[in-house]
């Protein structure tokens, strides 16, 4: 079993920033990779940010390219999201995910998310 544990969430004006944070934990291991999720009201979740390893290998969507740093601490299963300049179309439930090894898929079951609400 894999539990998912996100935190950091809140309310905040157009421009502002949050940092949010993740811990896996359970059955884990040291996680292959870790990333981001968010779904907005009556729409699909979708991938906001990923990274494997270290920070060189990361991965953004497009609409938060320059905005988003995800950065991670391999040893304590944590992986963080640090959001800058923040838009109304932010506004979502935040959820992480891992993958636990090279070649698999992310994670089947979810987290509770936190929620951003970006005001304008």
């Known amino acids: 079993q894999v539990q998912l544990a996100e935190s950091g969430g809140g309310l905040v004006q157009a421009g502002g920033s949050l940092r949010l944070s993740c811990t896996a934990s359970?059955?884990?291991?040291?996680?292959?990779?870790m990333g981001w999720f968010r779904q907005a009201p009556e729409k699909e979740r979708e991938f906001v940010a990923g990274?494997?390893?270290?920070?060189?290998?990361?991965k953004y969507a497009d609409s938060v390219k320059g905005r988003f740093t995800i950065s991670r601490d391999i040893y304590k299963n944590t992986v963080y999201l640090q959001m800058n300049n923040l838009k109304p179309g932010d506004t979502a439930v935040y959820y992480c995910n891992v993958k636990l090894s090279a070649g698999t898929d992310w994670r089947s079951s979810w987290g509770q998310g936190t929620q951003v609400t970006v005001s304008s």
């Open positions: 359970g059955r884990t291991g040291r996680s292959y990779a």
């Open positions: 990274i494997v390893g270290g920070p060189s290998s990361t």
